[in-house]
């Protein structure tokens, strides 16, 4: 049985899934991680080469929830049912460009990443639901993508009310079209003249007010959530038994970041026995960049508007797993650092965990420019179109590719650098407006199109910010 733990505290009871498996945040402010993770030998890992993203899904996920948790009938309907909406048959294909294996984990209903663990983690919350005779309401901030993603995996629920907010003119007029022309009564779609960080407060503040969160059964289908994380861990497996040399060579993948959702989930698959490194991309809110080059982390200045606007933010909440991983697991040393930062606003890292993090990681920031500048090159070079974010990504592997220090660090017995997989997150075609700044084509596929068209059922969160949401979540009772 999976057990989990704060990141704040690496003693007493361990929660179970029934504890985590629509928490935000643990008790005491942390996170949750898993209590251990479970080894993949490689032998077993050679025979999953040839099997699909829904059977590594399976196989992932077993190892984390018992035949009590997820009776095999229910498990086996979950699983196959939760692809049936994305558009292309091998769920994540995994396409070339140029020196890059690009995997596409933008073929759901929304067209972005989210799609693909929350396509999974909604049916077994439901489930879940079912069989306890609950209700929760979902409580997600969001830039952009993790809040059409969540609505679309409870849309029309009558166990799971959802709740998203997201800032005013920060997101795409198609990410904000996906959420604000929802008309269901379990959707409430808000948006805040305030800043992704801001919201993210928010929401922390509803998590910890225990008696609230007690009284609305609040949950979370962002990445705070440790389900949602586990839910991803198939991914890395699939992407990296599609594009290895051999199982068990090393690949290295190039994650465009925001929250950090992605770069946590593959500290956990390497724990699990995939040999990962990575290349961690952001853009000029370079908050996790600064943390692994520097040692430093400061969050004091404001967040710059980019191209990938859904990377805008200067602190990404899962850098407090990031560091935990790093740190031994050592729960009583983040406690501390994170009472600095929440304090401060800044930290500097233990020389242990910047060591840590450089073994595993290189980052870079990438600037307005050079993301307009790398979707042009690779529609012009290798006939390929990425969203803002991926091109952050493919930017920081040809900066890897020019830097030999880098390759270095990473790879430091030298040889022949191993296959390189840049994570596409989104389809461009939700960026129109960046695509046209580009000078590029846009596409623009019919399901976008007609969200111009639908009338808009979101609304203007007042302040008190607080208080105007507990009133909002309380109006679903009335």
């Not at 060579?249 to 490194?277: N, S």
Request: charged share 20%; net charge negative; hydrophobic share 40%.
């Amino acid at each position: 049985m999976a057990t989990f733990v704060s990141t704040r505290q690496n003693r007493g009871p361990a929660a179970t899934w029934n504890d985590v498996l629509l928490c935000g945040y643990a008790p005491d402010g942390g996170l949750f991680v898993p209590a251990s993770v479970p080894a993949i030998p490689l032998e077993t890992l050679k025979t999953w080469k040839n099997l699909s993203h829904p059977e590594i899904c399976k196989k992932i996920l077993r190892c984390y929830f018992t035949e009590d948790e997820l009776p095999h009938a229910t498990f086996e309907e979950t699983i196959s049912k939760a692809f049936d909406s994305f558009a292309h048959p091998d769920v994540i294909p995994v396409v070339r460009a140029g020196h890059a294996h690009v995997a596409e984990l933008f073929h759901g209903p929304t067209g972005s990443f989210k799609d693909v663990a929350l396509s999974v983690y909604g049916k077994i919350v439901e489930n879940h639901l079912e069989t306890t005779r609950r209700r929760v309401t979902i409580l997600n901030s969001t830039t952009g993508d993790t809040g059409s993603a969540a609505i679309r995996s409870v849309l029309g629920g009558t166990r799971v009310r959802i709740v998203v907010m997201y800032p005013a003119g920060k997101i795409s007029d198609i990410q904000e079209l996906q959420m604000a022309t929802v008309d269901a009564p379990n959707v409430k779609v808000f948006r805040v003249d305030g800043t992704s960080d801001e919201i993210d407060g928010v929401v922390k503040t509803l998590f910890c007010d225990e008696e609230f969160g007690r009284e609305q059964s609040l949950g979370s289908f962002s990445s705070i959530n440790v389900g949602r994380l586990v839910c991803q861990i198939a991914h890395f497996f699939y992407i990296y038994l599609k594009t290895c040399v051999d199982v068990g060579d090393e690949v290295l993948v190039a994650i465009p970041t925001g929250g950090g959702g992605h770069i946590v989930t593959g500290t956990i698959a390497t724990r699990m026995g995939l040999p990962l490194k990575f290349l961690l991309a952001t853009n000029e809110n370079d908050t996790a960049t600064r943390a692994i080059e520097e040692g430093t982390i400061d969050t004091s200045g404001d967040i710059i508007p980019t191209y990938a606007c859904a990377m805008d933010g200067n602190l990404p909440y899962n850098i407090e797993r990031l560091l935990y991983f790093h740190s031994n697991d050592a729960g009583t040393i983040i406690r501390k650092q994170m009472s600095q930062l929440e304090t401060t606003g800044g930290l500097e890292l233990e020389q242990d965990q910047v060591q840590s993090l450089q073994s595993q990681i290189w980052s870079h920031s990438v600037s307005q420019e050079n993301i307009l500048e790398t979707m042009r090159r690779y529609h012009a070079d290798h006939a390929y179109l990425p969203c803002p974010h991926t091109a952050t990504a493919l930017y920081a592997m040809d900066r890897f590719l020019a830097t030999p220090a880098a390759q270095k660090r990473l790879f430091p017995n030298g040889g022949p650098l191993p296959p390189i997989v840049c994570l596409a997150t989104a389809t461009p075609a939700k960026f129109p407006d960046v695509v046209e700044k580009a000078g590029l084509p846009v596409p623009r596929p019919e399901s976008f199109a007609k969200l111009y068209h639908l009338p808009k059922k979101n609304r203007l969160l007042e302040r008190e910010w607080v208080d105007s949401l507990k009133k909002a979540i309380r109006e679903f009772d009335s």
